[in-house]
Protein backbone atom coordinates (compact mmCIF):
# COMPACT_ATOMS: atom_id res chain seq x y z
CA UNK A 1 0.00 0.00 0.00
CA UNK A 2 1.17 3.28 -0.66
CA UNK A 3 1.95 5.62 2.13
CA UNK A 4 0.78 9.26 2.56
CA UNK A 5 2.62 11.64 -0.37
CA UNK A 6 3.60 15.02 -0.06
CA UNK A 7 4.41 17.50 -3.27
CA UNK A 8 6.49 19.66 -3.37
CA UNK A 9 9.20 17.95 -0.89
CA UNK A 10 10.88 21.35 -1.52
CA UNK A 11 9.64 24.72 -2.53
CA UNK A 12 11.58 28.21 -2.30
CA UNK A 13 9.05 31.35 -2.78
CA UNK A 14 9.54 35.45 -2.35
CA UNK A 15 7.39 36.80 0.28
CA UNK A 16 4.12 38.00 -0.62
CA UNK A 17 3.69 35.10 -3.33
CA UNK A 18 1.47 31.96 -3.21
CA UNK A 19 2.43 28.36 -2.51
CA UNK A 20 -0.10 25.22 -2.93
CA UNK A 21 0.91 22.23 -1.34
CA UNK A 22 -0.86 18.65 -1.70
CA UNK A 23 -1.33 15.73 0.35
CA UNK A 24 -2.10 12.22 -1.13
CA UNK A 25 -3.67 10.04 2.06
CA UNK A 26 -3.36 6.19 2.43
CA UNK A 27 -6.48 4.78 0.24
CA UNK A 28 -9.76 4.19 2.32
CA UNK A 29 -8.18 6.69 4.83
CA UNK A 30 -10.97 9.21 6.15
CA UNK A 31 -8.75 11.16 8.06
CA UNK A 32 -6.31 13.95 7.37
CA UNK A 33 -4.76 16.13 8.99
CA UNK A 34 -1.99 18.94 8.84
CA UNK A 35 0.87 20.06 10.83
CA UNK A 36 3.84 22.24 10.56
CA UNK A 37 7.04 22.87 12.09
CA UNK A 38 8.27 26.22 11.67
CA UNK A 39 11.71 27.45 12.68
CA UNK A 40 12.96 24.81 14.71
CA UNK A 41 9.92 24.20 17.23
CA UNK A 42 7.57 22.17 18.09
CA UNK A 43 5.14 20.22 15.58
CA UNK A 44 1.65 22.24 15.52
CA UNK A 45 -1.39 21.19 14.25
CA UNK A 46 -2.82 22.60 11.99
CA UNK A 47 -6.00 21.17 11.17
CA UNK A 48 -8.27 18.58 10.46
CA UNK A 49 -10.46 16.61 7.25
CA UNK A 50 -12.96 13.78 7.88
CA UNK A 51 -13.75 13.14 4.15
CA UNK A 52 -14.50 16.44 2.61
CA UNK A 53 -15.39 18.07 6.34
CA UNK A 54 -12.91 20.32 8.52
CA UNK A 55 -13.26 18.18 11.61
CA UNK A 56 -11.21 21.01 13.77
CA UNK A 57 -9.51 24.02 12.25
CA UNK A 58 -8.59 25.77 15.45
CA UNK A 59 -5.00 25.13 14.70
CA UNK A 60 -4.82 27.25 11.53
CA UNK A 61 -2.69 30.51 12.35
CA UNK A 62 -4.50 32.68 10.45
CA UNK A 63 -6.74 33.75 7.02
CA UNK A 64 -3.68 33.48 4.62
CA UNK A 65 -4.01 29.63 5.24
CA UNK A 66 -6.70 27.75 3.19
CA UNK A 67 -7.19 24.20 3.08
CA UNK A 68 -9.45 21.98 0.89
CA UNK A 69 -10.17 18.53 0.25
CA UNK A 70 -12.63 18.52 -2.38
CA UNK A 71 -14.71 15.11 -2.84
CA UNK A 72 -12.36 13.15 0.41
CA UNK A 73 -9.31 12.26 -1.04
CA UNK A 74 -6.50 14.17 -1.81
CA UNK A 75 -6.14 18.13 -0.10
CA UNK A 76 -4.47 21.21 -0.74
CA UNK A 77 -3.16 23.90 2.06
CA UNK A 78 -2.61 27.17 0.12
CA UNK A 79 -0.55 30.31 1.52
CA UNK A 80 -1.46 33.24 0.09
CA UNK A 81 0.73 35.29 0.68
CA UNK A 82 3.22 33.82 2.50
CA UNK A 83 5.57 35.46 4.98
CA UNK A 84 8.60 34.89 5.79
CA UNK A 85 7.40 33.22 9.39
CA UNK A 86 5.47 30.65 7.39
CA UNK A 87 9.39 28.89 6.45
CA UNK A 88 9.31 25.58 7.93
CA UNK A 89 8.07 21.81 7.11
CA UNK A 90 4.51 21.35 6.71
CA UNK A 91 3.34 17.96 6.96
CA UNK A 92 0.35 15.68 6.32
CA UNK A 93 -1.01 12.38 7.91
CA UNK A 94 -3.68 10.24 7.49
CA UNK A 95 -5.70 7.84 9.31
CA UNK A 96 -8.70 5.26 9.09
CA UNK A 97 -11.49 6.25 11.23
CA UNK A 98 -11.61 4.39 14.86
CA UNK A 99 -10.08 4.32 17.77
CA UNK A 100 -6.01 3.83 18.60
CA UNK A 101 -5.38 3.34 14.79
CA UNK A 102 -2.04 4.56 13.74
CA UNK A 103 -1.63 7.86 12.41
CA UNK A 104 0.62 7.89 9.06
CA UNK A 105 2.40 10.74 8.35
CA UNK A 106 3.73 12.42 4.57
CA UNK A 107 7.67 13.12 4.19
CA UNK A 108 6.88 16.68 4.87
CA UNK A 109 7.29 19.66 2.33
CA UNK A 110 9.86 22.14 3.25
CA UNK A 111 8.78 25.62 2.39
CA UNK A 112 11.39 28.19 2.30
CA UNK A 113 10.16 32.22 1.80
CA UNK A 114 12.91 34.80 1.17
CA UNK B 1 -5.55 20.02 27.20
CA UNK B 2 -2.49 17.30 27.58
CA UNK B 3 0.62 17.98 27.93
CA UNK B 4 3.68 16.07 26.79
CA UNK B 5 6.97 16.28 27.87
CA UNK B 6 9.83 14.73 26.52
CA UNK B 7 13.72 14.38 28.15
CA UNK B 8 16.26 15.06 28.06
CA UNK B 9 15.89 18.10 25.52
CA UNK B 10 19.13 17.58 24.15
CA UNK B 11 21.88 14.94 23.88
CA UNK B 12 24.97 14.20 22.55
CA UNK B 13 26.37 10.67 21.95
CA UNK B 14 29.50 9.59 21.29
CA UNK B 15 28.80 6.77 18.22
CA UNK B 16 28.10 3.06 19.50
CA UNK B 17 26.63 4.30 22.90
CA UNK B 18 23.18 3.88 24.04
CA UNK B 19 20.61 6.14 25.16
CA UNK B 20 16.94 6.25 26.47
CA UNK B 21 14.53 8.95 25.82
CA UNK B 22 11.35 9.79 27.85
CA UNK B 23 7.92 10.61 27.44
CA UNK B 24 5.97 11.53 29.94
CA UNK B 25 2.09 12.67 29.56
CA UNK B 26 -0.93 14.26 31.57
CA UNK B 27 -3.57 12.14 30.83
CA UNK B 28 -4.61 8.16 29.76
CA UNK B 29 -4.15 7.96 25.74
CA UNK B 30 -5.58 5.63 23.38
CA UNK B 31 -2.90 6.24 20.98
CA UNK B 32 1.26 6.76 21.41
CA UNK B 33 3.72 6.99 18.79
CA UNK B 34 7.10 7.68 18.62
CA UNK B 35 8.96 9.48 15.44
CA UNK B 36 12.17 10.58 14.03
CA UNK B 37 12.63 13.74 12.41
CA UNK B 38 15.96 13.38 10.40
CA UNK B 39 17.91 15.99 9.46
CA UNK B 40 16.51 16.73 5.80
CA UNK B 41 13.44 17.25 7.68
CA UNK B 42 11.39 14.06 6.99
CA UNK B 43 9.16 12.39 9.77
CA UNK B 44 9.51 9.12 10.01
CA UNK B 45 7.43 6.53 12.03
CA UNK B 46 9.08 4.48 14.77
CA UNK B 47 6.66 2.92 16.81
CA UNK B 48 3.03 2.71 17.24
CA UNK B 49 3.09 2.24 21.11
CA UNK B 50 -0.05 3.13 23.65
CA UNK B 51 1.13 -0.15 25.69
CA UNK B 52 3.53 -2.77 25.88
CA UNK B 53 6.87 -3.30 24.65
CA UNK B 54 8.03 -3.48 20.84
CA UNK B 55 11.31 -3.44 19.18
CA UNK B 56 12.42 -3.00 15.97
CA UNK B 57 16.54 -3.04 14.85
CA UNK B 58 18.40 -1.27 17.47
CA UNK B 59 15.10 0.47 18.77
CA UNK B 60 13.02 -0.37 20.78
CA UNK B 61 9.97 1.64 23.02
CA UNK B 62 8.28 0.69 26.26
CA UNK B 63 4.59 2.08 27.13
CA UNK B 64 3.59 2.03 30.66
CA UNK B 65 -0.07 3.59 30.39
CA UNK B 66 -0.63 3.38 33.91
CA UNK B 67 2.17 5.37 34.71
CA UNK B 68 1.65 7.90 32.51
CA UNK B 69 5.96 7.71 30.27
CA UNK B 70 6.86 5.57 27.29
CA UNK B 71 10.52 5.54 26.69
CA UNK B 72 12.55 5.31 23.40
CA UNK B 73 15.83 2.79 23.52
CA UNK B 74 18.14 3.28 20.92
CA UNK B 75 21.04 1.26 21.23
CA UNK B 76 24.73 1.15 19.58
CA UNK B 77 24.10 4.53 17.88
CA UNK B 78 25.08 5.39 14.47
CA UNK B 79 25.69 9.06 13.14
CA UNK B 80 22.53 8.67 11.16
CA UNK B 81 20.25 8.51 14.34
CA UNK B 82 20.36 12.10 14.60
CA UNK B 83 17.91 14.60 14.32
CA UNK B 84 14.65 15.03 16.48
CA UNK B 85 12.62 12.31 18.51
CA UNK B 86 9.14 13.05 18.72
CA UNK B 87 6.60 11.29 20.94
CA UNK B 88 2.70 12.34 20.65
CA UNK B 89 -0.40 10.86 21.89
CA UNK B 90 -3.96 11.23 21.43
CA UNK B 91 -6.34 11.89 24.34
CA UNK B 92 -8.26 8.29 25.75
CA UNK B 93 -11.94 8.64 24.20
CA UNK B 94 -11.08 11.69 22.09
CA UNK B 95 -11.98 9.46 19.11
CA UNK B 96 -9.74 10.30 16.31
CA UNK B 97 -8.77 14.12 17.51
CA UNK B 98 -5.39 14.73 16.28
CA UNK B 99 -2.06 13.71 17.82
CA UNK B 100 -0.65 15.99 20.13
CA UNK B 101 3.12 16.13 20.19
CA UNK B 102 6.02 16.73 22.87
CA UNK B 103 8.68 19.45 22.20
CA UNK B 104 11.26 16.32 20.95
CA UNK B 105 14.91 15.38 21.92
CA UNK B 106 17.55 16.98 19.49
CA UNK B 107 19.64 14.11 19.59
CA UNK B 108 23.69 14.33 17.67
CA UNK B 109 25.83 11.46 17.58
CA UNK B 110 29.32 11.90 16.67
CA UNK B 111 32.00 9.57 15.03
Known sequence: ?114 | GIQVEQSPPDLILQEGANSTLRCNFSDSVNNLQWFHQNPWGQLINLFYIPSGTKQNGRLSATTVATERYSLLYISSSQTTDSGVYFCAVVLLNSGNTPLVFGKGTRLSVIA
Open chain 1, 1 to 114: EAGVTQFPSHSVIEKGQTVTLRCDPISGHDNLYWYRRVMGKEIKFLLHFVKESKQDESGMPNNRFLAERTGGTYSTLKVQPAELEDSGVYFCASSRTGVGNTIYFGEGSWLTVV
